[in-house]
T-cell receptor, first 117, second 113 residues
Framework: DTGVSQDPRHKITKRGQNVTFRCDPI?????LYWYRQTLGQGPEFLTY????????KSRLLSDRFSAERPKGSFSTLEIQRTEQGDSAMYLC???????????????FGEGSRLTVL | QQQVKQSPQSLIVQKGGISIINCAYE??????FPWYQQFPGKGPALLIA?????SEKKEGRFTISFNKSAKQFSLHIMDSQPGDSATYFC????????????FGTGTRLTIIP
């Protein structure tokens, strides 16, 4: 499978615990995006990378959230001291630079669903 | 933060009917207007997209209509089928500085027999 893969698909944790999600983009894609989606809402932008550089972070990304893409390939999204309001689907998408502008296409993974008890 | 208003929130259409979903955006230059389709448990996937210099684009049963003066664009699904039952999102893409990609709030479409 050469699509975007995310792991784990589902994570249940207790409030206050730390969680980490991993995203493996399509291999040649240099852009990588993280979105958060709650039930009945559209995906909300969190952050995006071009290669290993984090180019933009949303105000939604509080200091408990951190994302990395150390070698410009896979990315991790860590949430520290989780809160019940963090329960959501975390989506990763990838593209080539300029593709989104020229074709409107991002390739999404199936998401990592977080449930904070 | 750019506002993208999508309507309706949910839509029920009979099989064979026309499904229409609308998006309105604020006064900003956008470069592309895609529609995404999402099935339960899956990530969104590109369905069809239009550039602002084109007023309409058709691909099979799916058509995007774009009204630049009204700052609106819509998705029409002709001959709607049960397999079209999904959630649909519009996306606006701006090339101000860094690319900004803003999704609409989504429309849950249900096609009934």
């Amino acid at each position: 499978d050469t699509g975007v893969s995310q792991d784990p698909r589902h994570k249940i944790t207790k409030r206050g615990q730390n969680v980490t999600f991993r995203c493996d983009p399509i291999s040649e894609h240099n852009r990588l995006y993280w979105y958060r989606q709650t039930l009945g809402q559209g995906p909300e932008f969190l952050t995006y990378f071009q290669n290993e550089a984090q180019l933009e972070k949303s105000r939604l990304l509080s200091d408990r959230f951190s994302a990395e893409r150390p070698k410009g390939s896979f990315s991790t999204l860590e949430i520290q001291r989780t809160e019940q309001g963090d329960s959501a689907m975390y989506l990763c998408a990838s593209s080539l630079v300029g593709t989104a502008i020229n074709t409107g296409e991002l390739f999404f993974g199936e998401g990592s669903r977080l449930t904070v008890l | 933060q750019q506002q993208v208003k999508q309507s309706p929130q949910s839509l029920i259409v009979q099989k064979g009917g026309i499904s229409i979903i609308n998006c309105a955006y604020e006064n900003t230059a956008f470069d592309y207007f895609p529609w995404y389709q999402q099935f339960p448990g899956k990530g969104p996937a590109l369905l069809i997209a239009i550039r602002p210099d084109v007023s309409e684009k058709k691909e099979g049963r799916f058509t995007i209509s774009f009204n630049k003066s009204a700052k609106q664009f819509s998705l029409h699904i002709m001959d709607s089928q049960p397999g079209d039952s999904a959630t649909y999102f519009c996306l606006v893409i701006s090339n101000f500085g860094n690319e900004k990609l803003t999704f609409g709030t989504g429309t849950r479409l249900t096609i009934i027999p």
